[in-house]
């Protein structure tokens, strides 16, 4: 009779035991599966920032942050690097990394240098007058650090009208900057209506002062007023 009684009970040890075996087969092949090589992820985002500052004016040297080596990502087939909306891809930046298969996200820090030359004010520039060649002056630094849409060309500058008084010493920036304008308020002007296949052309008196490609209204001779694009030599043009 106790020989019959040890049946059962060395079957549920033998079933436990099976149990144990089954739940920890999943973690025992996840532990030996291969890990993301942290170089590989560094290399991939060194890459992506290049491809973003490749068209930027100037020398480009980019310096990304080590992988945490206490990070363990599963090895992924093909990583893709990103930014998050609005990120600058230059200056202190974050870089994000991520896998479709198997799912993982991480981010790494880095800095990009863009040393190339900028335009400062040579002299005190006034609020509204135009720029000459004369009143400016290039330096050399690293342009990633300083406010974006910084002037690096000194023809982007000349004609146009700072919006508030600079002192010399002071970089430009495009969005401190008037473009001269190429039409201007009681002008006399053409206006050229085109349309498909056709165009015509009539006179008219713009209603205020716009640069090129911006939009103006103009008063015809019978008192209509129309808007169209401001170009040069006096023209503004209509799309019907």
Partial sequence: MAAIMKGPSAMLKNFKLLSVLLLAAPLAFAQSGARQDGAALRALAQGYLQAQSAGLPGKVTIKV???D????LAACPAPEAFQQPGARPWGKTTVGLRCTAPVWTMFLQAQVSVVADYVTAAVPLAQ???IEAGQLATMQGDIAA???GIVTDVDQAIGRTPTVSLPAGTPLR???LKSKPVVQQNQAVRIISRGENFSVSGEGK???NAAEGQVVQVRTPR????SGTARNGGIVEVVL
């Fill in 65 to 67: 942050g080590a992988v």
């Fill in 206 to 208: 713009a209603i205020g």
């Fill in 146 to 148: 300083m406010p974006n």
């Fill in 69 to 72: 080596p206490r990070l363990s």
């Fill in 128 to 130: 509204g007058q135009a």
């Fill in 174 to 176: 495009l969005d401190a």
């Fill in 223 to 226: 008192g209509a007023i129309v």
